[in-house]
């Protein structure tokens, strides 16, 4: 079983959680809403004891780029915390640019990035049918593979270039 941790339980990222943990994977979940941790406790999901050296994966589905660079590289950032080779799939709507300086920190630190923005809303989320629009290099996305079967419909892929998927978006 993998273990994959969700940052930000809000309508989208809730979705693409349950829908991980429906398909078997161990999922952890992290927002500032006690609220949606609660919930998604009593749907599945772990919420204590985060095993950041064992984690497989990090979706980060928060509201803005200062929240995502935050919680990368922030003071308490995850970048720090991850194996080398973690993925970390940033599905955030975000500029391009932006995009290409959060997948080459990421890569500086021997983690894979993949830039995944996401469209289809909170009913499609919680189905497991987002469409996604995704880049980034050939071992991030070969990573993500079964996180995006897992929790999409339809994926565009944009090639290597990070930051095409947001650009696409």
């Not at 609220?35 to 928060?62: M, R, S």
């Not at 880049?135 to 897992?150: E, F, T, V």
Request: proline share 2%.
């Amino acid at each position: 079983m993998k273990n994959i941790l969700v940052i930000g339980l809000g309508s989208m990222g809730y979705g693409i959680a349950v829908s991980l943990i429906r398909s078997g994977y161990k999922v952890f979940g992290q927002d500032k809403n006690s609220v949606q941790v609660k919930n998604f406790f009593e749907d599945g999901g772990f919420v204590t004891d985060i095993p950041y050296t064992n984690l497989d994966a990090v979706i980060i589905v928060v509201l803005n780029e200062n929240q995502t660079r935050e919680i990368i590289f922030g003071y308490n950032g995850i970048a720090g915390k991850l194996k080398e080779s973690t993925l970390i799939m940033v599905c955030t709507t975000v500029a391009p640019n932006f995009a290409k300086e959060m997948g080459s920190n990421c890569q500086n630190k021997g983690l894979l990035y993949l830039d995944a923005p996401i469209s289809g809303g909170e009913k499609k989320s919680s189905e497991g049918k987002l469409s996604y629009m995704v880049s980034g290099n050939k071992d991030a996305l070969n990573a993500a593979r079964p996180i995006l079967d897992a929790t999409s419909e339809t994926v565009f892929e944009f090639g290597e270039v990070v930051g095409a998927g947001s650009a696409m978006k």
